[in-house]
C-alpha cells in the first residue's frame, strides 16, 4: 500500500523532492567535464593527421637531397669525362676526328649545365618542403600544448568532483534506504521514472502557464493540468501523478522549499 496518512504523505513528498534535488546535484557535478573528453580526442586526431603529413614531408625532403646528390656525383665524372675530351682534342690528327671530340664536349657540357638546372629546382623544392616541414611542426606543437591543457583542466575537474560525487552518492543512498523502508511502492515508482525519463527528472514542480491565467501545467511535460489536480498538489497532502507523464508533481514553492532546507 502506497502512504495515506496525511503528515506521513507529507513526509514521503519531502522525501521525494530532496531524492530528486540530489540526483540533479548529481548530474549537475557530472556534466563539468562538458564535452572535455571528446574535444581532447579531436585534438589528438589532428595531432595523428599532421604526423604522418610530417613523416611524409621527410620522405620527400630526403628523396629531393639524394636526387640532386646523384646528380652533383654525376656532374663531377662529367667534368672528369670534359677534361679527358680536351685533352684528346688537342692531340687529334684530322678534322673529322676533331668535330667529332668536339661535338662530344659539348653535348657532356649541355648535361652538365642540365644537371644544374635539376640540382638548383631540387634544393628549391627541398627549401620549400623545409618551410612546409617547420609549419606542421609548429602547428603541431601548438596542437600538443593545447592537449596538455585541457587533460589538466580534465584532470582537475575529476579530482575535485570525485569527492562531490561520492558525498552525493552516499547521500542517495541513505536517503533511498529511507524512503525503500518506508514506502517500498513509492520507491519503486520514483526509481521507475527517474530511469525513464532524460536527465533522471522524475519528480518536478508545476509551471504557472502564460496563455491562461490560473492555470497550470506539468513541468516535466506541459501538459495542462485540471484545476481540482491543481488544488490538490497544493494541499501537499497527497502523491499526484502527471497523467500524461507519469512524474510525480509539487508545487513550485514547496519544491524550493525543500531544496533550500538542505545543506
Ligand atoms: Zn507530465
Not at 24 to 52: F, N, S
Not at 81 to 88: N, S
Not at 179 to 191: H, I
Not at 193 to 209: E, L, M, N, P
Request: glycine letters at 2%; charged letters at 35%.
Amino acid at each position: 500500500m502506497m502512504t495515506t496518512d496525511t503528515s506521513q504523505v507529507r513526509e514521503r513528498l519531502v522525501d521525494l523532492i530532496k531524492l530528486q534535488v540530489l540526483y540533479d546535484r548529481l548530474h549537475a557535478v557530472r556534466a563539468r567535464q562538458g564535452d572535455l573528453p571528446q574535444q581532447i580526442e579531436d585534438l589528438r586526431d589532428k595531432v595523428a593527421t599532421i604526423q604522418h603529413a610530417l613523416s611524409e614531408t621527410a620522405e620527400m625532403i630526403r628523396q629531393a637531397e639524394s636526387e640532386a646528390r646523384a646528380l652533383h656525383v654525376s656532374n663531377d665524372s662529367l667534368r672528369d669525362h670534359e677534361q679527358k675530351l680536351r685533352k684528346r682534342l688537342e692531340a687529334v690528327r684530322t678534322n673529322q676526328e676533331y668535330y667529332k671530340i668536339e661535338s662530344e664536349i659539348k653535348e657532356t657540357h649541355l648535361t652538365i649545365e642540365k644537371n644544374l638546372q635539376d640540382i638548383r629546382r631540387l634544393q628549391h623544392k627541398a627549401d620549400s618542403l623545409r618551410q612546409r616541414y617547420a609549419e606542421d611542426e609548429a602547428t603541431l606543437n601548438e596542437l600538443q600544448a593545447r592537449i596538455a591543457e585541457k587533460e589538466q583542466r580534465l584532470k582537475e575537474i575529476i579530482q575535485h568532483t570525485a569527492e562531490q560525487e561520492a558525498a552525493l552518492l552516499q547521500q542517495i543512498e541513505d536517503l533511498s534506504k529511507v524512503l525503500q523502508e518506508q514506502d517500498p511502492r513509492l520507491f519503486l515508482l520514483f526509481e521507475r521514472r527517474r530511469r525513464s525519463f532524460r536527465g533522471g527528472k522524475a519528480v518536478c514542480s508545476i509551471i504557472s502557464t502564460e496563455r491562461l491565467e490560473g492555470r497550470y501545467a506539468c513541468g516535466g511535460c506541459f501538459t495542462l493540468l485540471p484545476r481540482e489536480m491543481h488544488r490538490k498538489i497544493k494541499q501537499r497532502d497527497k502523491i499526484i501523478i502527471c497523467e500524461s507523464c507519469g512524474r510525480f508533481l509539487v508545487d513550485e514553492e514547496f519544491y524550493a522549499e525543500v531544496a533550500k532546507s538542505m545543506p
